[in-house]
């Protein structure tokens, strides 16, 4: 399955390329448009990336100035909580790039409503993202669209409050449109606990229903993956 969409990368350079990689579609957009709408997920994985991309060579690639941030998905807890995707985002990136507070649009997952924080919400993304990362899970969600999930089948709401199996379990998430109407999509996996759901993702035998992440299978997505969470594919990758 050798595909320019598909990067295999050592796991501790892999951050860098990343980077590299976000900053340059963020550059052309930001040509081509004067704008960019770029939304980040929280992880374990993408937090090295957002580092990497925050890091004075790299971000000074890109205008911050022009750029409008979003989230794909938010734990039900207050910003400054550990569990906030949006404090990992602002830790790892944000404290450390020129974005106008702003343009940075969180969501509010500690309202007390999060039906009408969704709501909210979706009234605030724009039509179109430009940029967006996620990652994958070892059971196959991305965002916070896991397996199974009423979710999946959305096809009108663009931000939904889900459950999810793993504390905590109620957040909000962008629903499949959003995800298949984004411009450049980049996925992170990293670690060999995720090699039996990527292996899948990308081998084109399974649905959003059974493995949400392939709602950016490649060619929408570009997949960026370490050894481990590439080693069940059926050939190699370059």
Not at 51 to 72: K, M
Not at 73 to 96: G, I, Q
Not at 162 to 167: G, L
């Amino acid at each position: 399955m050798p595909s320019p969409n598909v990067v295999v990368e050592d796991s501790k350079a892999l951050p860098g390329r990343a980077a590299h990689w976000l900053a340059e579609m963020m550059a052309g957009v930001l040509a081509d448009r004067g704008e960019c709408a770029l939304a980040l997920s929280g992880g374990r994985t993408p937090a090295p990336v957002y580092a990497a991309l925050a890091a004075p060579d790299v971000s000074s690639r890109v205008n911050w100035s022009r750029v409008e941030v979003y989230f794909a998905d938010e734990r039900a807890v207050r910003p400054d909580d550990a569990e906030s995707n949006y404090r990992l985002v602002r830790e790892t990136l944000l404290a450390h790039v020129a974005v106008p507070e702003s343009r940075v649009h969180r969501m509010k997952g500690e309202s007390r409503d999060l039906d009408a924080a969704a709501a909210a919400y979706a009234r605030e993304l724009p039509g179109t993202l430009d940029v967006l990362v996620l990652g994958m899970g070892a059971d196959g969600h991305t965002a916070s669209l896991f397996p199974g999930s009423p979710a999946l089948l959305e096809h009108e709401r663009r931000v939904l409050v889900v459950e999810s199996p793993n504390p905590p379990t109620r957040r909000l998430t962008i629903t499949p449109p959003v995800i298949v109407s984004a411009r450049h999509v980049l996925v992170l996996v990293m670690g060999r606990e995720k090699a039996p759901m990527v292996a899948r993702a990308l081998d084109g035998d399974a649905e959003p229903g059974d493995l949400p992440a392939v709602l950016a299978r490649p060619p929408h997505g570009v997949w960026f993956l370490d050894p481990a969470a590439a080693a069940r594919l059926p050939r190699p990758v370059p």
